[in-house]
């Protein structure tokens, strides 16, 4: 017979098997977790002698695994916690430590957490964020912040990696950035026309007329060498002169990915939202976008009196053709 530490009698069996079991708890916890392999010392000596190769084993469907518990993951605390709250099944309140294992989403996963009811042992799927059908919430996030720092998906999986995060998909990326980018654009529309009614109200009051006076400059993805002009791309601002804000603005490409494989395999290609809209050279793109840009100003009912650009005076000409034949540029402080 055995006695516990809180008084009563067990059999002895009881006792070894409520030792065994203590022990083996406070080994468990006592291990220490190795973040990194480069933070910690490796014992170089736990292959059995006579080993003189080393095997790399490939785990298929590696999105799901057992081993939960290692690297970090990005957990919304409101939601992991109305998930644990109880079992879909019978309503028992679940354990995070029983959890079997976990289904990678990006940077959200699932976890796989069976009911400890022995009559129900009911698998729950517990999320670890929000998520509207199968799109994440934290994924979309990461899309809006990797256009908003000018990352790309090898610089986002660098910075995971260094975080001990499991990286991200491309296709992932691809298509949350594409979601986010035409939230983006509306976004954009938006904020242009709200500062263009606030550079007529601000001309209106300093200068005493209708007509503004906006700065226009482009740029393109590649730049030229003064022979060569070979960008793919340009784009081209639209900025008031009293508020310092972006009136309007324009696109040129001249490039579809999905249009140029079509072609070089001589097919059709297939319905997607194609971006392409120039034919021209990359040079001729910053008068075509001014031009454009007065116009679209125009329809709103707000002319443009002045441009202030660099020498070029291709732009000038082509609106003073298609525009407004008396319309000015200024190029520093001297009008011609």
Excluded at 142 to 147: E, F, H, N, R
Aim: charged letters at 25%; hydrophobic letters at 30%; proline letters at 3%.
């Amino acid at each position: 017979m055995g006695r516990f530490k809180k008084g009563g009698f067990s059999h002895k069996k009881y006792k070894d098997r409520y030792e065994k079991v203590s022990e083996a708890q406070r080994k468990r916890w006592n291990v220490p977790l190795e973040d990194h392999s480069y933070s910690t010392q490796q014992n170089t000596t736990m292959f059995p002698i006579g080993v003189d190769h080393e095997e790399e084993v490939q785990v298929p469907n590696s999105r799901s695994f057992t081993q939960w518990r290692e690297g970090r993951r990005v957990v919304e605390l409101g939601i992991l916690a109305d998930g644990l709250r109880g079992c879909a099944k019978c309503g028992l309140p679940l354990q995070l430590g029983h959890t079997t294992s976990i289904l990678t989403c990006g940077l959200s996963a699932i976890l796989k957490i069976p009911c400890s009811n022995t009559v129900c042992r009911h698998v729950n799927n517990i999320p670890t964020g929000k998520r509207q059908e199968r799109i994440w919430d934290a994924n979309v996030k990461l899309a809006s912040a990797s256009i908003n720092a000018g990352l790309g998906e090898r610089q986002v999986n660098t910075l995971l990696s260094g975080l001990n995060i499991p990286p991200v998909s491309h296709c992932m990326m691809s298509a949350r950035q594409k979601d986010v980018g035409v939230a983006l654009q509306e976004v954009a529309k938006e904020t242009v026309d709200q500062a263009l009614c606030e550079e007529v109200e601000l001309t209106k009051r300093n200068k005493d007329q209708d007509s503004i006076t906006a700065a226009v400059d482009a740029g393109w993805q590649m730049r030229g060498s003064g022979r060569s002009y070979n960008s793919l791309s340009g784009h081209c601002s639209m900025i008031g002169t009293e508020t310092g804000k972006i009136v309007n603005y324009a696109v040129r490409i001249k490039s579809c990915r999905v249009c140029s494989l079509a072609e070089k395999s001589k097919s059709s290609p297939p319905v997607h939202e194609c971006h392409m809209n120039w034919s021209g050279s990359a040079k001729s793109m910053e008068a075509d976008m001014v031009t454009e840009m007065v116009k679209d100003v125009g329809k709103k009912g707000v002319s443009v009196s002045s441009i202030v650009g660099d020498e070029d005076s291709t732009t000038i000409a082509r609106l003073r053709a298609n525009v407004d034949k008396n319309i000015t540029k200024v190029s520093g402080l001297k009008p011609c």
